[in-house]
């Protein structure tokens, strides 16, 4: 077996270059839930994509290094951590491509595989910090040699090489995949709200009775307004794109938000607070205002209550979790749109 002939040298290379991929992977993965706009969208999980599949160039070495460290017999550490990870990059694997691949066509027991694929790369990312701190390999100076630097070159043109064959193969084949967004989102019941799917972050739920007034706070007034008073003939189309993994293009109809604040006295460079029945908020920059919609209706219909009725926020270009429904509350602050956390907590 000439595997065991191998050079210390080599294990190391190849262990450096999986730990870089795997965190590019996670890191990319993370970023990609907070762009919305096609382009930057399309680079991150196109990076995204390329990483993750470029793990699967480094398992032949990888599979060499495994054998050989179960061949010592001297400071060997216990392997059931090391397997987990192992497990948990394949599963992160599989339901990645299965969603690039199938979409919402592959779903485990109604549970979104992207959910999975979610859940199951974060968890990789958890192991890989213990699998790492538990090694004895630390950087060196020679990772950065030329041929080092050269090496890892063609590990990323493998990469992307890889990925290039799995978009060119959906695009060929004429595989759902092949219709993707930027974000990687598969289309569902654009033009067709009732089509659309009715989607919950995290822990919200639907409210029974979302209620039928807004309040307004701003310029150091608070105005109370009836949902039809909203309903002033302002439209946008805009894709709602949730980071579940699906689309819709929709007709969206309401007021927009700098015409709701006009003649108000409001602060410089403030923001936006806009807060739902069940508590559900985001905080968005004032300067946005004249993009943001105030919805009452969508594709000439009055909003269905899973669709946010009496009104919801439509963001163009952000992804869906900044889409607050049930809106009860307006409120103009002064705080700087980054001062919340960088998703809803509930
Ligand atoms: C170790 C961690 C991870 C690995 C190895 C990994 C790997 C992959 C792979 C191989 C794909 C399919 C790409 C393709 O076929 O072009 C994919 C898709 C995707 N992953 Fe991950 N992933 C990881 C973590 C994450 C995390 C933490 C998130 C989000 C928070 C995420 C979000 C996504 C999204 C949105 C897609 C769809 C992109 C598209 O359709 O182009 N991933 N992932
Ligand atoms: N109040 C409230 N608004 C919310 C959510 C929520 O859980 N609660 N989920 C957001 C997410 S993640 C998405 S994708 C969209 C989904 O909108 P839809 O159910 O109309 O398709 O609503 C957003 N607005
Ligand atoms: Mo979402």
Redesign the pocket.
């Known amino acids: 077996m000439p595997a065991v002939h191998l050079p210390r040298r080599a294990g190391r290379r190849t262990n450096l270059g999986l730990l870089a991929l795997?965190l590019l992977?996670?890191g990319t993965?993370?970023l990609?839930?907070g762009v919305g706009t096609p382009l930057p969208a399309r680079l991150v999980?196109a990076a995204?994509?390329a990483t993750?599949?470029g793990?699967l160039l480094l398992v032949p070495w990888k599979t060499v290094v495994v054998r050989r460290s179960r061949t010592r017999t001297v400071g060997r550490r216990d392997p059931t951590a090391a397997w987990a990870l192992a497990v948990l990059?394949v599963l992160?694997?599989v339901t990645?491509?299965a969603?690039?691949v199938a979409g919402q066509a592959a779903s485990l027991g109604g549970v979104g595989v992207?959910l999975v694929?979610?859940a199951v790369?974060?968890g990789?990312?958890a192991l890989l910090v213990v699998h790492v701190a538990g090694s004895r390999q630390r950087p060196r100076r020679t990772d950065l040699s030329r041929r080092a630097l050269l090496r890892a070159g063609g590990l990323a043109v493998g990469a992307v090489a890889a990925?290039g064959a799995?978009?060119g193969g959906l695009r060929l084949t004429g595989a759902p995949g092949g219709r993707?967004r930027g974000?990687?989102s598969h289309e569902r019941g654009s033009g067709d709200p009732a089509a659309m799917p009715v989607t919950q972050w995290f822990t919200d739920t639907v409210p029974d009775d979302p209620g039928d007034t807004l309040e307004l706070v701003a310029g150091g007034r608070t105005t109370r307004l009836r949902a039809a008073e909203l309903d002033r003939g302002d439209g946008v189309t805009a894709v709602l794109d949730c980071t579940g993994?699906w689309y819709a293009e929709q007709e969206w109809r309401g007021v927009r938000l700098d015409r709701l604040l006009a003649g108000l006295d409001l602060p410089d460079g403030g923001s936006v607070d806009v807060v739902g029945v069940t508590g559900y908020r985001r905080r968005l920059p004032l300067a946005d205002a004249g993009s943001l919609l105030l919805a009452t209706h969508c594709a000439g219909r009055p909003l269905s209550t899973g669709h946010g009725a009496p009104v919801r926020l439509v963001a163009p270009g952000r992804r869906g979790y900044w889409w607050v429904k049930w809106v009860r509350r307006v409120e103009v602050v002064d705080a700087p749109w980054w001062a919340q956390p960088p998703v809803p907590l509930q």
């Open positions: 795997l992977a996670t993965g993370v990609a839930f999980t995204h994509g993750g599949l793990l990059v992160t694997l990645g491509v969603h690039t992207l694929h979610v790369g974060v990789t990312g990925w799995v978009e993707r974000t990687g993994g």
